[in-house]
Nanobody, 123 residues
């Protein structure tokens, strides 16, 4: 069975940094793309970043571009999200997502989801 497990969330002050990790077990995916979505309080889940396992091509939402960096370690089946210059509006539950088409930012696209990890940014 495919499982995604996130870690690394926490509380940080505005301007600070956090690194999220997503460990994947079982890579029988319909696509080779993984990424991150987030859901802030009272808001809908939204796309954050995506990366291809092969080649490492990346894409980001406009709100995080230049501040967040997605990367992967294929040998460890792990995807990371380095978050710098954090803002209070980045506060959300961050979800790892797997097996979706590269370039598809719809929340219905991923076949697999992690349980989520809380990121809280204080002002």
């Amino acid at each position: 069975q495919v499982q995604l497990v996130e870690s690394g969330g926490g509380l940080v002050q505005a301007g600070g940094s956090l690194r999220l990790s997503c460990a994947a077990s079982g890579r029988t995916f319909s696509t080779d793309t993984m990424g991150w979505f987030r859901q802030a309080p009272g808001k809908e889940r939204e796309f954050v970043a995506a990366i291809r396992w092969t080649g490492g091509a990346t894409r980001y939402s406009d709100s995080v571009k230049g501040r967040f960096t997605i990367s992967r370690d294929n040998a460890k089946n792990t995807v990371y999200l380095q978050m710098n210059s954090l803002k209070p509006e980045d506060t959300a539950v961050y979800y790892c997502a797997g097996a979706f088409a590269y370039g598809d930012t719809r929340i219905s696209a991923p076949r697999y989801w992690g349980q989520g990890t809380q990121v809280t940014v204080s002002s």
